[in-house]
């Protein structure tokens, strides 16, 4: 994952909402996706992963979705709560080793009540 | 006890000081991680411990030296740091087996360097 610069991506919803955030990833060989949740001062946490053979896994109130053609993974929030509100990481299995995790930019999710 | 710990939360040192950084984990996880986080960016990772021996150093300077000194402890051990070295420290733990690559994350001790 490259940084694009200080400036993270906003996404900001009413509570209740529902939120779709979005995510490119560069190897087209990737076979293991992964989202997490940082908040303020947290280390990030575990929220859903998802596998290439699947286009399609859901959580609680969490669903991410798996466009290998394009290359594009997102994670869909329901009925988004203010406790949501972090930053949200996409991160693939990298190259040169089944432990290596390479991160997405990043989004900022803001919800407002 | 799905929880990895880390001490200090906060470490501010001079450039000529000798710290280290400790991560603890009772899951059980044979792989152990640092990564380094600047500010609205990414964690990137620094190291990788598989069995307690070093699988993979991504070119890190040596100013910073890691060390697991058994199953459920990784240290960071700084020295001669430079200011652009402040940064968010996570350490991670996980399975070491193919098909299991969920990492679980320490909060990060939050380093400054002066």
């Known amino acids: 994952g490259e940084s694009v610069g200080l400036h993270l991506p906003t996404l900001s919803v009413q509570e209740g909402d529902n939120s779709i955030i979005n995510c490119a990833y560069s190897?087209?060989?990737?076979?293991?996706f992964i989202w997490y949740k940082q908040e303020s001062g947290k280390g990030p946490q575990f929220i859903i992963d998802?596998?290439?053979?699947?286009d399609k896994r859901q959580g609680q109130r969490v669903t991410v979705l798996l466009n290998k053609t394009v290359k594009h993974l997102s994670l869909q929030i329901a009925a988004t709560q203010p406790g949501d509100s972090a930053v949200y990481f996409c991160?693939?299995?990298?190259?040169?080793?089944?432990?290596?995790?390479?991160f997405g930019t990043g989004t900022r999710l803001l919800v407002s009540p | 006890d799905t929880e990895v710990t880390q001490t200090p939360k906060h470490l501010v040192m001079g450039m000529t000081n000798k710290k280290s950084l400790k991560c603890e984990q009772h899951?059980?996880?044979?792989?152990m991680y640092w990564y380094k986080q600047k500010a609205k960016k990414p964690p990137e990772l620094m190291f990788v411990?598989?069995?307690?021996?070093?699988?993979i150093n991504e070119s890190v300077p040596s100013r910073f030296s890691p060390e697991c000194p058994n199953s459920s402890l990784l240290n960071l051990h700084l020295h001669a740091l430079q200011p652009e070295d402040s940064a968010l420290y996570l350490c991670?733990?996980?399975?070491?087996?193919?098909?299991?690559?969920?990492?679980?994350f320490g909060p990060g001790t939050r380093l400054t360097v002066t």
């Open positions: 991160a693939e299995k990298g190259i040169g080793g089944f432990q290596k995790l390479v």
């Open positions: 998802i596998r290439s053979n699947m």
């Open positions: 991670a733990s996980s399975q070491v087996a193919r098909g299991s690559y969920e990492q679980y």
């Open positions: 899951m059980g996880h044979r792989a």
């Open positions: 411990y598989s069995y307690e021996k070093l699988s």
């Open positions: 190897n087209s060989a990737s076979d293991y």
